[in-house]
Antibody, heavy 116, light 107 residues
Framework: EMQLLESGGGLVQPGGSLRLSCAASGFTFSSNAMSWVRQAPGKGLEWVSGISSSGGTTYYADSVKGRFTVSRDNSRDTLYLLMDSLRAEDTAVYYC?????????WGQGTLVTVSS | DIQMTQSPSSLSASVGDRVTITCRASQDIGNYLAWFQQKPGKAPESLIYAASSLRSGVPSRFSGSGSGTDFTLTISSLQPEDSAGYYCQQYYTYPRTFGQGTKVEIK
């Protein structure tokens, strides 16, 4: 059974950092591009970042470019999102999703709250 | 960036009704369009990709159409379990962008 399990969310002060992880199972992780998508409380979906299957190519939304870094470890079947210089507007549930084009499977999400 | 505009933002319909949601792209995206369903407190689920291809396991009452800049998601006979938010997303180019969402309620 396919599974994506996000972790690493929590409460962080403005300007702080957090690293999210997404552990994948049930499919060939190394063959799939991956995505991060977030959803602020009561708001719609916002694409955040994407990464190629090898990890050699990465993409970012303008709102996070220069502050967030996506990476992956194909030996551990794990996707990461390192978030620096966090702002109140980064408060959201962060989802990882399988595929970089049209995601066909999503994790359950992890909540990041940026507040003092 | 490509802007995706959905309409309506919300609708209320009765069980058995035919429901249509539209999504318009700010430029030609071919058929690089996906639709997602999200129920409250849950992760999104993929319904349709390539504008009109139904994901495995998705009920056949869901269908998608369109190409270029104008797309539609149709629910042919609305069911109680279809009460949810619906989002379109373009994957023609980066950054990927979503529509603002449509909330579907059952009367």
């Amino acid at each position: 059974e396919m599974q994506l399990l996000e972790s690493g969310g929590g409460l962080v002060q403005p300007g702080g950092s957090l690293r999210l992880s997404c552990a994948a199972s049930g499919f060939t992780f190394s063959s799939n591009a991956m995505s991060w998508v977030r959803q602020a409380p009561g708001k719609g979906l916002e694409w955040v970042s994407g990464i190629s299957s090898s990890g050699g190519t990465t993409y970012y939304a303008d709102s996070v470019k220069g502050r967030f870094t996506v990476s992956r470890d194909n030996s551990r079947d794990t996707l990461y999102l390192l978030m620096d210089s966090l702002r109140a507007e980064d408060t959201a549930v962060y989802y990882c999703a399988k595929r970089g084009d049209s995601p066909d499977y999503w994790g359950q999400g992890t909540l990041v709250t940026v507040s003092s | 960036d490509i802007q995706m505009t959905q309409s309506p933002s919300s609708l209320s319909a009765s069980v058995g009704d035919r429901v249509t949601i539209t999504c318009r792209a700010s430029q030609d995206i071919g058929n690089y369009l996906a639709w997602f369903q999200q129920k409250p407190g849950k992760a999104p689920e993929s319904l349709i990709y390539a504008a009109s291809s139904l994901r495995s396991g998705v009920p056949s009452r869901f269908s998608g159409s369109g190409s270029g800049t104008d797309f539609t998601l149709t629910i042919s006979s609305l069911q109680p379990e279809d009460s949810a938010g619906y989002y379109c997303q373009q994957y023609y180019t980066y950054p990927r962008t979503f529509g603002q969402g449509t909330k579907v309620e059952i009367k």
